[in-house]
């Protein structure tokens, strides 16, 4: 499996908001650099996990909206969109960001993220 198809597996997957799920594609020493415009943030593993939950907890349904996919060796970059329902109303449809990240991935797993948002 290339880099970019576990990429795109990851996304489909809905691992963002289940840490079970993303468990299972997070390299044990997972590191992310996510800039966004409420500040600097640097997590590793366990601190996506718990961000996953959060969002099992925030919100009903999570999709991802792909715009662009490129990759190069072990290196995957990724512009999309994050759409939420919030638990309070499951039928509207919210934007909670746009996202730019590029993911290293390393022995099938990913491995570091440099990620840039905006909110929606």
């Known amino acids: ?31 992310l650099e996510w800039y966004s415009t409420k500040g600097y943030f640097e997590a590793d593993k366990n601190d996506i996990l718990a961000l996953a939950g959060e969002l099992a907890k925030s919100y009903a349904t999570s999709y991802i909206h792909i715009k662009k996919i490129i990759s190069e060796d072990n290196i995957v970059s990724v512009h999309y969109t994050h759409h939420v329902t919030a638990i309070e109303n499951p039928q509207e ?8 990240v590029i993911w290293e991935v390393k022995d099938d797993k990913l491995y570091k993220a440099y990620l840039m948002s905006h909110q929606g």
């Open 93 to 100: 449809d919210m934007i909670l960001g746009h996202f730019m």
């Open 1 to 31: 499996m290339t880099a970019k198809d576990i990429v795109q597996e990851y996304y489909r997957s809905g691992a963002l908001h289940n840490p079970e799920i993303m468990a299972t594609y997070v390299h044990e020493d997972f590191n």
